[in-house]
């Protein structure tokens, strides 16, 4: 018998899954002997075996078993062949083997600085390969990896003036998910391409917002997520700081996280809902905003492509892997004109995480794009 939880994101929601399952046939009082191999990165690989003795010929045979899958899914998820000579305007995105969310957003940026450097011609040519299946209901297994990709990935192309080929699955590969290698080329005097509203979006913005409130509004954008959750916004405290700006005139609109947009924040808090499902509105919104403030949260990375202001804080949290906690206290990201200080940023830091400010990085600055 074979019971198998395969993820294409959050490995370890399918390994409690799978555990889970077990536990069920462990439970049943028939298991004599099991094997596990758990692997908490690329390198660090950890084994163990259980059961009675004379048990090793039939665990033997399970694992080549368990090998053959691994095997199967090592060849879906390989790359392509690249076509040779490949020009700059053609990429490939790896579904099968890459994050389907705002992480997208670095990986186009360096391709497209890259094509400008190279002087190949526009537009930025994408190809997405779903997996030498070619099965995209694979590559989009979930809800999360379907609303990332068609309501972010692919409406952010768009907006960069890109366009999706699926014959550019020959084309350049790269697996680089962060902004390294675009902070690198800004520092030595490349232009990093700006992202903006389409026009007719931010008109219809700009004429909401002025009816409503009669102002331009500062937005606030929720991480409600179950993943790294020491990343999430502190909501209590983020709304207790929407309430000192609401004190001294500001108008606050919230950004919920997409998986609770149909939620109701409380009473007396506005909430943007297409902003959360729709990047072309969400885009339009913070262009019109007066200032836009953010935790470490995937619509974060657009404002560092956008001529408006923002703040942005990550907490550190030295034991977590997530990007390594390069920022040190204190500190800014490389792109920011300067780092935030003040009366404001104080108060928004301690509406973040569990309100430390002296372990908590503020960013701030209009964006890498404006020098």
């Not at 990896?145 to 699955?169: S, Y």
């Not at 500062?218 to 929407?242: C, D, K, M, Q, Y």
Request: contains cysteine.
């Amino acid at each position: 018998m074979r019971k198998d939880v395969i993820a294409v994101a959050d490995g370890n929601a399918a390994v409690r899954e799978f555990l889970r399952m077990w536990q069920e046939e462990v439970d049943k009082g028939e298991v004599m002997a099991c094997v596990a191999a758990f692997s908490r990165g690329e390198v660090d690989v950890r084994t163990g075996h259980a059961g009675i003795i004379g048990a090793e010929f039939p665990l033997f045979f399970g694992l080549s078993d368990a090998m053959e899958l691994i095997r199967e899914r090592i060849r879906e998820i390989r790359d392509p062949p690249m076509a040779d000579n490949v020009a700059a305007n053609r990429v490939m995105y790896n579904l099968m083997a890459l994050s389907c969310s705002f992480d997208f957003v670095p990986w186009y940026v360096q391709a497209e600085m890259t094509r400008i450097r190279e002087g190949a011609p526009p537009p930025l040519r994408v190809g997405f390969y779903p997996g030498a299946s070619g099965s995209m209901d694979m590559a989009l297994n979930n809800d999360v990896r379907r609303q990332h990709f068609n309501n972010v990935m692919l409406p952010f192309i768009e907006m960069m003036g890109g366009v999706v080929d699926p014959t550019a699955v020959d084309g350049r590969q790269k697996r680089h998910l962060s902004f390294d290698a675009v902070f690198a080329a800004w520092r030595n005097g490349e232009q990093v391409p700006k992202l903006a509203a389409k026009p007719e979006a931010e008109v219809e913005i700009r004429k909401a917002l002025t009816e409503l409130y009669g102002r331009m509004p500062v937005t606030i954008t929720l991480r409600e997520a179950e993943s790294f959750p020491h990343r999430n916004s502190n909501v209590p405290e983020w709304i207790r700081f929407g309430e000192w700006l609401k004190s001294r005139g500001e108008t606050v609109l919230y950004v919920r996280d997409t998986a609770k947009v149909e939620e109701s924040l409380g009473e007396g808090l506005e909430c943007c809902p297409p902003a959360s499902v729709n990047l072309f509105s969400r885009v339009a919104l913070y262009q019109c905003a007066k200032c836009n403030l953010f935790v470490s949260n995937g619509p974060a990375v657009l404002a560092l492509l956008m001529d408006r202001p923002y703040l942005m804080f990550q907490q550190i949290v030295p034991n977590s892997n997530y990007c390594r906690n390069r920022l040190r206290a204190g500190t800014t990201s490389p792109a920011a004109s300067r780092a935030g200080s003040g009366r404001l940023r104080r108060r928004a830091s301690a509406s973040y995480g569990r309100r430390t400010p002296s372990r908590t990085s503020g960013m701030r600055g209009s964006s890498i794009s404006s020098r």
